[in-house]
């Protein structure tokens, strides 16, 4: 493997510094456009659900769950400051709605109970 792609797969699972904020987020985003459409669609999210985003990146599957059911309740973690900042970002008016609520955590570290 050579550096380049060294570098992309340590960015991916853990985006930080320059790279992390400027590369990382337009590779995240333009790649996972039709994968969010498709988990959206499977999904058929409705009014009183909630969503729980694992790895949440730049916030683009939670923008897009959040315009699709103005009513669902949407949690999206990620590990990287970087991407939550970003993801922050991105969703500020739904974040200050009450229906978005971004957390900086590993999946392993959730503070939710059982069945929530």
Not at 63 to 73: E, T, V
């Amino acid at each position: 493997m050579n550096w380049i792609d060294r570098l992309i797969t340590k960015q991916a699972r853990y985006p930080c510094g320059l790279f992390g904020r400027w590369i990382m987020p337009k590779i995240f985003d333009l790649s996972g456009i039709p994968q969010n459409e498709e988990t959206l669609r499977r999904l058929n999210l409705k009014s009183g659900q909630s969503l729980l985003d694992i790895g949440c990146g730049t916030g683009q599957l939670i923008k897009m769950a959040a315009m699709s059911c103005r009513d669902a309740q949407i949690t999206g973690i990620d590990i990287s400051t970087a991407m939550l900042t970003i993801a922050r970002q991105n969703n500020y008016a739904t974040i200050r709605s009450g229906q978005l609520t971004p957390l900086q955590s590993s999946w392993h570290d959730l503070l939710f109970e059982d069945n929530a």
